[in-house]
């Protein structure tokens, strides 16, 4: 409940604030910057229709929001920066309970050691996320996994993901041991490949591909197509783990398998808890 309607809140905002900036001739890029966002996110978003909120009421409180935001960025121009954002986020549940949270974030890096331990813990949470209703379907012979990598990665000790894989434990998706790094060459390896082409996307898991109804060992292409049009996502292939280079943007790539190579179906995105929105969108989009 949370994270779909918080998403859907500052899904609206960036979309809106970003057609404002277009129309007052901000560039993509630009766009991008200060959203804390992609230039190739930006580019999809503007082209789709607004997500819809709980309430009209919501909607138009958001949308003034917007529009404030908007006007107030555009009079700083493409340079501003934010020094300092906070946040007031309170919540009534049932029993008239209020969860209140305020914090004020400082803009401050990390060093290298801490970045790396709090990607772990993205992983352990998206791992958490994963909805066992959406994915046991697809979930590989060989066990699925998820990786996701530093901003700078170079090689596999940049990766990190699930030693032994993830299994399905009283109706839940949970590892076997702890996230660590370098602990999935494989996985790691399609990553980096990837990220050569588009290296925004910092986090991939892999799926067992649905295959043709007439063959149990022949990709369903065509359906992987269309859930991709349907959401104008970017598939590319992969031969035996060789990810094909031939498109601007990677958000889903099929490697269709081989005499002793199980078919794979590898979704990406630009973190692991984006990861775990998008696979879930992806696959509703599938079946």
């Known amino acids: ?20 900036l277009l ?7 630009e766009v991008a910057t200060i959203l804390g966002t992609t230039q190739s996110t930006i580019s999809r978003q503007i082209q789709r229709p607004l997500p819809e909120l709980a309430g009209s009421a919501d909607e138009i409180t958001m949308d003034k929001w917007a529009d404030e935001l908007s006007k107030a960025l555009v009079l700083s ?4 920066e934010v020094v300092r954002q906070r946040f007031v986020t309170e919540f009534q549940l049932t029993g008239n309970q209020i ?51 530093t901003a700078d ?11 032994g894989r993830l299994a399905a434990v009283s109706g839940t998706i949970r590892p076997i041991e702890p996230a660590a790094y370098g602990s999935s060459n494989h996985l790691a390896n399609i990553l980096l490949r990837a990220r050569k082409q588009d290296s925004n996307k910092g986090a991939i898991l892999n799926l067992r591909p649905m295959m043709k109804r007439a063959s149990d060992t ?18 590319t292939t992969a031969s035996r783990g060789v990810v094909a280079l031939d498109t601007e943007f990677v958000d889903v790539i099929i490697d269709a398998g081989d005499f002793g190579w199980e078919p794979t179906l590898y979704v990406l995105a630009n973190n692991p808890l984006e990861l775990v929105e998008r696979t879930h969108t992806f696959l509703a989009a599938l079946a």
């Open 218 to 235: 022949e990709v369903n292409q065509k359906a992987v197509a269309k859930a991709c049009n349907s959401l104008e996502w970017t598939s």
């Open 23 to 29: 129309s007052s001739n901000w560039s993509q890029a």
């Open 153 to 163: 990665a170079e090689s596999i000790d940049d990766v990190c993901a699930f030693p």
């Open 1 to 20: 409940m949370l994270g779909d309607t918080g998403g859907a809140w500052v899904t609206r905002l960036h979309m809106i604030v970003a057609k404002n």
């Open 77 to 80: 121009g493409p340079s501003a």
């Open 99 to 149: 969860l209140r949270y305020d914090t004020t974030l400082t803009g401050m890096d990390l060093d290298e050691d801490q970045i790396k331990t709090a990607l772990l813990r993205r992983l352990e949470w998206s791992c958490n996320r994963l909805s066992l209703d959406i994915i046991e379907d697809f979930l590989p012979a060989v066990g699925m996994n998820i990786a996701a990598c």
